[in-house]
């Protein structure tokens, strides 16, 4: 009996969660309508900001009194947002119907399009939820990302159209990397080793803040040649690019000795662990401060595989993270890997 009862529970809280996934897709759609019908009505009459103030609010009390609570001026205004910022029916089939008012109503406050339309395709296709999509746009997910490749920004598919997307490395990498999830206080020193338990311990957030494709495997990887043994701290695969990831933890600024452990650690790891139809390992240095000098004249100016990224144990300003994107990017330049912004 008990397993039936298992079942018939299971078999109710899967056709109320299809209920609820129909009934918010039917009702995100409700509100683009919506939001289409109040600006072709404001196409036909008059455009001045008065009538737009005195239709919302008249349909807003209309809507209250018919519907119930839900239906304020500044909800109907954003309706209409939602139509202006996202009028190709395409997109919205595509995208923003697949997601949750909530999570339409965030993204569509972000003022870069290309960025939009990144967290449109991200959170649906990686099943964020709104509070990781919040995230992700509070830390300047997207910025991060593009900060660290070397052209232009991410573009959507449909944007793109017919033009291939290159993959390249550097599409994976995000500068500076956001860790405020760990708690760690900043007004005392730690170690390397506390560092490593608490990305252990908060490893899905971590996987989340790595980006697409990340797996885990293993932490102090223990790697054993004819002379010497060796552990690495941390260990994933990325089934996207289709190699290994190993990370190595510095609680201090870069310095050189880091980035040659860093090359001796991936040479090593293609050497005696990468396996038939893995592309070669990728190396990333998560450390507190980067260095100019070392990144133009060591290896990781050269390297392809090899990456150096400073973290922020907390949760910045949208102002300290700009600043922290602008000087990766000079970084870059200086490097020659990026060579000016679009126009």
């Not at 099943?127 to 573009?155: A, D, F, M």
């Not at 405020?180 to 957030?205: G, H, K, R, V």
């Not at 507190?288 to 133009?296: G, L, Q, S």
Request: hydrophobic letters at 35%; aromatic letters at 12%.
């Amino acid at each position: 009996m008990e397993s039936v009862i298992t079942d018939v529970i299971h078999i109710i809280e899967e056709a109320r969660r299809k209920a609820y996934q129909a009934i918010n897709t039917s009702m995100v759609e409700a509100y683009w309508l919506a939001g289409k019908r109040i600006v072709e009505d404001e196409l036909e009459g008059d455009k001045r900001a008065e009538y737009g103030k005195s239709a919302l609010k008249k349909l807003s009390n209309a809507l209250t009194v018919k519907f119930g609570k839900g239906y304020s001026t500044t909800n109907i205004y954003d309706f209409k947002k939602f139509y202006t910022t996202f009028p190709d029916e395409n997109i919205f089939r595509t995208l923003c119907g697949k997601l949750s008012w909530s999570h339409n109503r965030a993204i569509m406050r972000v003022l870069d399009e290309n960025a939009r339309l990144y967290y449109l395709r991200e959170a649906s296709e990686q099943n964020w939820g709104v509070r990781q999509l919040e995230r992700n746009i509070n830390t300047l997910y997207y910025q991060r990302l593009i900060s660290s490749q070397n052209s232009q920004p991410v573009e959507d598919e449909m944007l793109k159209k017919t033009k291939e997307l290159q993959l390249d490395n550097r599409d994976f990498i995000r500068n500076p990397t956001v860790l405020e999830f760990l708690n760690i206080p900043t007004n005392y020193a730690y170690t390397e080793q506390q560092l490593e338990q608490s990305l252990i311990d908060n490893l899905q957030q971590f996987l989340l803040e790595l980006g697409k494709g990340f797996a885990f495997v293993a932490r102090q990887k223990y790697i054993c040649t004819e002379t010497s043994d060796f552990f690495i701290d941390l260990v994933f695969y990325n089934y996207i690019l289709k190699c290994f990831v190993i990370i190595e933890l510095k609680t201090d600024k870069i310095t050189h000795q880091d980035i040659g452990q860093l090359d001796m650690y991936v040479r090593m790891f293609d050497d005696l662990e990468r396996k038939e139809g893995d592309n070669p390992t990728i190396g990333i240095l998560l450390c507190t401060e980067t260095d100019r000098t070392i990144a133009k004249y060591s290896v990781l100016n050269e390297s392809k595989q090899l990456f150096a990224s400073k973290y922020l144990p907390y949760l910045p300003t949208e102002e300290e993270l700009a600043a922290e994107i602008e000087r990766e990017k000079n970084v870059l330049r200086e490097q020659g890997i990026i060579y000016g912004e679009e126009e």
